[in-house]
Each structure stands twice: as structure tokens, then as C-alpha cells.
């Protein structure tokens, strides 16, 4: 079982910058896969960038390409979502999602599905005024 907590979400006006940050816990952090989806009132949850364990390659969807950044920390079980130059329509719950299974793909595809991730937080708000 892994478990996740996400943290630094918040209020903040259009342009700003947040980091969030998830918490994991396991052994093996250093073989999890890493993601980040969120979910706007009346949308359905969207893929925002994954970190995969091998490598450190790192995926976005394209409206966040040049303003999110992904990263880990494996000594501290944390992944973080560094969100720049933030929009109106970045407004939306953002979970952190997690694969500890080790498996690598070779294709993009698999990362952007949530169905691919077995955990994930509770989600934290992140509301950005205009």
C-alpha cells in the first residue's frame, strides 16, 4: 500500500508561481512512477505531467509545456510540481498519482492514462485569480 499527501496548493493571482508537493511512502520510491493529474468543477480529471522512475524522463500535456515542471526527490519519497506563470484555467484540484510497479514503457501513451497509476492522494485546490 502507498500512500500519498499532497501539499502547496493555494489562492493565488494570474502570473504567480506554486509548488506542490507529494509525500510517498514505500521503500522503493526510487521505482515509482510519478504523476500529476488535475480536475476542474464539471471537467474530467486531465493528465499534467509524470516523472517515470527510469531515467527521470519527464512528460507534460502541452498546455502546461514551459510553465510546470516535474521533478523527485528520491532521498525524501517526494515528487514536486513546480507551476510558473499560472492561468485562470489552471483552477482545479491537482492529485499526485503514483505506479510503484517498476514497469517501463516505451511509449508516451501509457503515462498519460490515469488507469496506469494504482495510488493516489486526496488531492489539494489550487484556485488562480484573474
Known amino acids: 500500500q502507498v500512500q500519498l499527501l499532497e501539499s502547496g496548493g493555494g489562492l493565488v493571482q494570474a502570473g504567480d508561481s506554486l509548488r506542490l508537493s507529494c509525500a510517498a511512502s514505500g521503500r522503493t520510491f526510487s521505482s515509482y512512477t510519478m504523476a500529476w493529474f488535475r480536475q476542474a468543477p464539471g471537467k474530467d480529471r486531465e493528465f499534467v505531467s509524470a516523472?517515470?522512475?527510469?531515467?527521470?524522463?519527464?512528460y507534460y500535456a502541452d498546455f502546461v509545456k514551459g510553465r510546470f515542471t516535474i521533478s523527485r526527490d528520491n532521498a525524501k519519497n517526494t515528487v514536486y510540481l513546480q507551476m510558473n506563470s499560472l492561468k485562470p484555467e489552471d483552477t482545479a484540484v491537482y492529485y499526485c498519482?503514483?505506479?510503484?510497479?517498476?514497469?517501463?514503457?516505451?511509449?508516451?501513451?501509457?503515462?498519460?492514462?490515469?488507469?496506469?497509476?494504482?495510488?493516489w492522494g486526496q488531492g489539494t485546490q489550487v484556485t488562480v485569480s484573474s
Open positions: 516523472i517515470v522512475w527510469r531515467g527521470g524522463i519527464t
Open positions: 498519482a503514483a505506479d510503484p510497479s517498476g514497469t517501463y514503457y516505451e511509449s508516451a501513451y501509457y503515462y498519460f492514462r490515469d488507469e496506469k497509476y494504482d495510488y
